[in-house]
């Protein structure tokens, strides 16, 4: 009876460790997108997808850089002007189906990267980068 009880214990300790750690890494995220606020036309909580790996950050937007962040990893960016194309999909590049959200896949040099956004936010991300095609750059007015 007794290892019944230590066995529920320590499952039950597990979870509220696990829920503990996904709240903490969400103020985590929270703190960095409020620092990224301030100079930014738009900032949203994304998942970054790297293989079959999601990882949450914050996705910011500047006149002229997009920038993801997490608290796992430091401040990646792209200049605005290095991309090759931007595009707004229902599905990853694996051909994976994404469900209740969007893809933002950004190219650049030959390499692709992804990111899953909210519906909502999506809408916002495609009003303040619009998706263009390789060869079909916008000036740096445009931006």
Not at 24 to 48: I, N
Not at 130 to 136: D, E, K, L, T
């Amino acid at each position: 009876m007794s290892a019944t009880v230590t066995l529920v214990g320590l499952a039950v300790l597990a979870v509220l460790v696990v829920l503990y750690l996904n709240l903490r890494r969400k103020d985590v995220l929270g703190a960095l997108m409020d620092k990224r606020r301030a100079g930014s036309v738009l900032v949203t909580r994304a998942d970054y997808v790297e293989g079959r790996d999601q990882i949450p950050v914050a996705l910011s937007l500047t006149s002229d850089t997009l920038y993801y962040e997490s608290p796992d990893m430091d401040a990646a960016s792209f200049e605005l002007r290095r991309l090759d194309e931007i595009e707004y999909a229902d599905d990853l590049a694996t051909g994976r189906e994404v469900h209740g959200c969007r893809v933002l896949r950004l190219r650049s040099h030959g390499a692709a990267f992804e990111f899953l956004l909210d519906k909502a936010d999506c809408t916002k991300w495609m009003a303040a980068l619009p998706a263009r095609s390789y060869g079909n750059q916008p000036s740096a007015q445009a931006v």
